[in-house]
């Protein structure tokens, strides 16, 4: 099971940090990857790191994100600052087995997904 948190409303320029608990696999040869949609909009992918702890993020975030993993917590944050209004969505959290790089950003390698925690940005 995935159980993602942290998210709220805050303006534009503010930080937030989304958790992502991990219960019931075996966390560390587990890749997480973070995702978003918005309403209307399909989900993309936003950040990921794999087991080997190697991240990926999408140009969108890249130098304001940072994905972290606490093998000891079987957790992974999120770290979101300056934040901007177009990165209101849902955040999700989602789990794979020794994805490769090339497919970090893939959300169909996935095989769990966590229910999701609203991030709201407001100008």
């Known amino acids: 099971q995935l159980q993602a948190f942290g998210g709220g409303l805050v303006q534009a320029g503010d930080s937030l940090r989304l958790s992502c608990a991990v219960s019931g696999l075996a966390f560390r040869s587990t890749t997480i990857g973070w995702f978003r949609q918005a309403p209307g909009k399909e989900r993309e992918f936003v950040a990921g790191i794999r087991w080997t702890s190697s991240t990926l993020y999408s140009d969108s975030v890249k130098g304001r994100f940072t994905v972290s993993r606490d093998n000891a917590k079987n957790t992974v944050s999120l770290q979101m600052n300056s934040l901007k209004p177009e990165d209101t969505a849902v955040y999700y959290c989602?789990?794979?087995?020794?994805?490769?790089?090339?497919?970090?950003?893939?959300?169909?390698?996935?095989?769990?997904w966590g229910q999701g925690t609203q991030v709201t940005v407001s100008s």
């Open positions: 989602a789990a794979g087995t020794r994805l490769i790089a090339s497919t970090v950003s893939d959300r169909h390698q996935y095989d769990y």
